[in-house]
């Protein structure tokens, strides 16, 4: 079982800067791929980002590729979502997920997820 709490939503102007982040329970951390989704109102949980367990494979959605970075720290069970750049587009609650084994870019693919955290971008 993997526990995940995110963390660092919040209000922002469009043009600012977020950063997220998802604290994991579980000694197995380093053995599972890690993901970033979101949910706007009305629309369907989408793939933003995912990165595998050793960090040697990352992938990005398009509409976040170029301003949003991934990264995860396997001695403190953290991953984090530098956002940059933000459009009111990106406004939407994130989720993190993991999933034991390779990265996936499907909502199927991931095991555990956390309640999910706020990000508004405001115009």
């Known amino acids: 079982q993997v526990q995940l709490v995110e963390s660092g939503g919040g209000l922002v102007q469009a043009g600012g800067s977020l950063r997220l982040s998802c604290a994991a329970s579980g000694r197995t951390f380093s053995s599972y791929a890690m993901g970033w989704f979101r949910q706007a109102p009305g629309k369907e949980r989408e793939f933003v980002s995912a990165?595998?367990?050793?960090?040697?494979?990352?992938s990005y959605a398009n509409s976040v590729k170029g301003r949003f970075s991934i990264s995860r720290d396997n001695a403190k069970n953290t991953v984090a979502l530098q956002m940059n750049s933000l459009k009111p587009e990106d406004t939407a609650v994130y989720y993190c997920a993991a999933r034991y084994g390779s990265i996936g870019t499907s909502r199927e693919a991931y095991d555990y997820w956390g309640q999910g955290t706020q990000v508004t971008v405001s115009s």
């Open positions: 990165i595998s367990w050793n960090a040697a494979r990352i």
